[in-house]
C-alpha cells in the first residue's frame, strides 16, 4: 500500500496541506484518512495512479460511501477533500483533468447548535463546590469556556503565559496555528486568580504542570479534552440539565448569548476565530478595545 500511496502523491499532498494551507493537524490527519481510504479504493480497483481516475470513478466511490451510515457531513467532508487534493495535483501538472469538477452533493440543511440558556450556565456554576478539592479549578474552566468561546483544543493548550489577567484578555491559538486575542470578562479573571492563587500552585506542586493553565486532580498532569468533557457533564448532572452537555455547547452558548443581546456579529467572528470571517473583512477590521468594549456590553457574565 506504501507503493500506492506514493503513486497517488499522498506525502506531497500532506506537505501542502502543513506548509501552504497551515491547516491544523487534527484537520491534517482527518484529510488524510479520508485520503487513504479513497486510494486503497483506486488501488483495489487496479488504477494505476491519479491521472487514471476519471468522474465515474469518484462518483461510484462517492455512491458506495452513501450507502454507508455515514453522516452526510462526513460525506460533504470526503468530497472537499478529495476536491483539494484533485486541485493539488492539477496545480502540480500531475494531471490533466479534475474528475471531482462537476460532482455535485446535495445541499445540506444546517443542523442547529446546541445551546444552554443563561439559567442553566448559573445552575452548572452554582453547583461547584469552590471549598472542595477541584472546585476552584473547575469554575474558572466553566467560567472561561462560557466566557470566551473558545474550543476545548485551545482550552487544553492554552499555558499560564497566554493569560493575561491585568490585561483583560487571553491570547487564544486556534485552527491552523490562528493567534487571537479573545477579552475575559468580570467573573472569568476572578475565578482563574482564585484558581492560579489557590488550587493551581497545589495541583502542580510536583512540577508536572508544563506550564498549562489547567492540570488534572490526579498527578497534575495537564488537563485533558476527555478530562474537561468528563468536568461539564459533571455539572450538568448536578444541575439537573437533561441535554448531554459537551464542551462545544459551552461555545454556542457563548456566541449564542452575545447575538441575541445585540452584539455585531463581526466582533463575534473574531472572538470566536472562525476561519469565514475572512468573508466579513470587508466592513472592518475590529480593533482590541472594541473587542473588549463589545465583550463587556453584551456578555451576560461580563
Known amino acids: 500500500m506504501d ?24 484537520s491534517i490527519l482527518a484529510y488524510r484518512r479520508d485520503l487513504e481510504c479513497f486510494i486503497r ?75 444552554l440558556t443563561i439559567e442553566e450556565i448559573l445552575a452548572m456554576l452554582g453547583a461547584v463546590d469552590t471549598s472542595s478539592r477541584g472546585g476552584l479549578r473547575d469554575k474558572a474552566l466553566i467560567e472561561l469556556m462560557y466566557g470566551t468561546g473558545m474550543r476545548v483544543s485551545e482550552v487544553v493548550g492554552s499555558g499560564l503565559e497566554d493569560l493575561r489577567l491585568k490585561e483583560e484578555v487571553i491570547l487564544v491559538f486556534g485552527k491552523g496555528s490562528k493567534e487571537r486575542v479573545v477579552p475575559l470578562g468580570a467573573h472569568a479573571i476572578r475565578a482563574l486568580g482564585d484558581y492560579l492563587k489557590i488550587e493551581r500552585p497545589l495541583l502542580d506542586r510536583h512540577g508536572r504542570g508544563a506550564g498549562r493553565l489547567f492540570l488534572n486532580l490526579r498527578d497534575g498532569d495537564p488537563l485533558t479534552r476527555m478530562g474537561i468533557w468528563k468536568i461539564l457533564r459533571k455539572y450538568a448532572l448536578s444541575a439537573g440539565i437533561e441535554a448531554k452537555v459537551h464542551p ?24 470566536l476565530g472562525h476561519a469565514d470571517i475572512s468573508t466579513t473583512k470587508i466592513y472592518s477590521h475590529l480593533s482590541g478595545e472594541t473587542l473588549r468594549q463589545v465583550h463587556r456590553e453584551y456578555h451576560p457574565r461580563a
Do not use: W
Request: neutral net charge.
Open 41 to 115: 479504493e483506486m488501488a483495489a480497483r487496479h488504477v494505476s495512479g491519479p491521472e487514471s481516475v476519471d468522474r465515474a470513478l469518484v462518483a461510484d466511490y462517492l455512491n458506495a460511501l452513501a450507502g454507508l451510515p455515514l453522516a452526510a457531513s462526513s460525506l460533504a467532508r470526503c468530497l472537499s477533500v478529495l476536491r483539494l487534493y484533485f486541485r493539488f495535483l492539477a496545480g502540480e501538472k500531475e494531471i490533466s483533468h479534475d474528475p471531482t469538477d462537476t460532482i455535485e452533493l446535495p445541499r445540506q440543511s444546517r443542523r442547529l447548535p446546541g445551546v
Open 248 to 271: 462545544h455547547m459551552l461555545r454556542h452558548s457563548f456566541a449564542t448569548h452575545l447575538v441575541e443581546n445585540g452584539a455585531d456579529l463581526r466582533a463575534v467572528q473574531e472572538m
Open 3 to 26: 507503493r500506492a500511496f506514493r503513486l497517488f502523491c499522498l506525502e506531497r499532498f500532506e506537505d501542502y496541506l502543513v506548509f501552504e494551507r497551515n491547516l491544523a493537524k487534527n
